[in-house]
């Protein structure tokens, strides 16, 4: 592993760790791995399970997997759900369809956490090209209940930061790596 993704899945848990403390532990995780490059996230929060229109029934707790792949964090990672989630942005086994839309290298990875969150809450979702359609037709009739939970997950403040990593990479996959010192708010 290059020392510049090293630094990147050390600055991704840094900032997981944040996340409890900052959503009144309505974020909860676990990780593997030293970096870790496996994150169960536990989310407490109302959202929808079912199989079919007949099925959806409301829930508060979800468990999702992040897998940071070797090409992490040029692709996204592999995030899958542990219950059957009904949104029209989860695929019927469970996988999270994190595109373009919902994902950036230059995102963090507890942004996109968050991002998750909020899509089971129904804050947030896509119809213009859906993994599940009839959880997508459902929820055209349905677009007055959401979202689902109202309770943010967004974090009031930023998460305490060492530094700031930026990273730039050319076409030959050399990258240049610029650190910029910034006070945590303990030390302000």
């Avoid at 532990?25 to 989310?43: A, W």
């Avoid at 029934?57 to 979800?62: D, M, S």
């Avoid at 859906?130 to 349905?142: I, K, M, Q, S, T």
Wanted: glycine share 4%.
């Amino acid at each position: 592993m290059g020392n510049i993704r090293i630094r990147r899945l050390e600055n991704d848990l840094r900032q997981v760790q944040q996340l409890p403390r900052l959503t009144a532990n309505r974020v909860q995780f676990s990780s593997e791995g030293e970096p870790p490059t496996r994150y169960v996230v536990t989310y407490r929060v109302k959202g929808l399970v079912g199989r079919s229109v007949e099925d959806i029934r409301e829930q508060t707790r979800f468990d999702v997997e992040f897998q940071l792949t070797d090409e992490y964090p040029k692709t996204a990672p592999v995030v899958t759900a542990r219950q059957r989630v009904w949104h029209p942005n989860f695929w019927r086994n469970q996988k999270v369809c994190i595109d373009a839309e919902h994902f950036a290298a230059s995102q963090s990875l507890s942004e996109l956490v968050v991002r998750v969150g909020e899509m089971i809450q129904y804050q947030v979702y896509n119809l213009s090209d859906p993994a599940n359609r009839d959880a997508a037709e459902w929820v055209l009739g349905n677009e007055h209940r959401f979202p689902i939970d109202k309770e943010t997950l967004q974090c009031g403040a930023p998460p305490d930061h060492d530094d700031i990593v930026i990273q730039f990479a050319d076409d030959d996959d050399d990258d240049f790596e610029v650190s910029i010192g910034a006070f945590s708010r303990s030390d302000a």
